[in-house]
């Protein structure tokens, strides 16, 4: 059985191609969520990033794990669209390049690197944003970057700073913001994997649900706990 919006746990999966859902995004405005299996697996305990994940317009199927869980406990086959693919279609798109966008960066070197990398994919108007070290407090209220968005008024919102904080960030600047139809995309840290900041995953091993493998092999310290994490989420389905 395929499906065209699965709704998990009230997040709202969107099974469509990248075409349909950056219309949509485009169009209509809101915030845009890949969420890995790790990530998933803690939403229960992690309240405040499930409210984020749960007020997304769009959720994408960014993991393999989920998919095939989905496939052997509700019968339900979906195509992955990894947070990755994702950003590479996007960063192949015209109309996305005319737009204002803000880009969200973990530090000011990575800020350099993102905003380069960027103006080398011809986007027009790109403006830079160094995140602080955000605790519950300042991720529920970062005046300065709202005040920024204030006054440069971004057409879209792309921000780097990595899964489970990135959501809530969204989400607060979502329910803050005037302009309802800006398009936020959370998509963990993804544009790392184009800039050389993470291992290149490649569209041959993310399409068969081996991105994940690529990254523990790079790094492998880093990420098997989200390896161990992932299987948790098989107590959501059973």
């Known amino acids: 059985m395929s499906s065209n919006i699965i709704n998990f746990e009230g997040i709202k999966f969107y099974n469509y191609s990248f075409d349909k859902i950056l219309k949509k995004m485009i169009t209509k405005g809101g915030i845009l969520v890949a969420p890995a299996a ?5 939403i229960h305990e992690k309240k405040d990033y499930f409210n984020a994940l749960k007020s997304s317009q769009v959720a994408i199927f960014d993991s393999g794990f989920f998919c095939i869980l989905l496939r052997v406990f509700k019968n339900i086959k979906v195509k992955k669209l990894s947070g990755y693919l994702f950003m590479k279609y996007f960063l192949e798109t015209a109309i996305v390049k005319k737009k204002i966008l803000l880009s969200i960066n973990p530090s000011p070197s990575e800020g350099k690197k993102n905003l380069k990398f960027l103006n080398s994919k011809k986007f027009k108007l790109v403006f830079n944003y160094t995140a602080p070290n955000y605790d519950k407090s ?5 005046k300065k970057l709202f005040n920024l968005i204030d006054k440069i008024k ?3 919102i792309l921000i780097n700073i990595g899964g489970e904080k990135q959501e809530i960030l969204a989400y607060n600047i979502y329910k803050n913001s005037k302009d309802k139809k800006i398009f936020i995309l959370c998509l963990g840290a993804a544009i790392a994997f184009f800039t050389g900041e993470q291992p290149r995953i490649g569209s041959v091993s993310d399409k068969i649900y081996l991105g994940w493998f690529v990254r523990w092999i790079g790094s492998p310290i880093k990420y098997w706990p989200r390896v161990i994490s992932s299987f948790k989420l098989i107590k959501l389905f059973i």
């Open 154 to 156: 971004p057409e879209i």
């Open 38 to 42: 790790s990530s998933l697996s803690k």
């Open 138 to 142: 300042n991720l529920l209220n970062d």
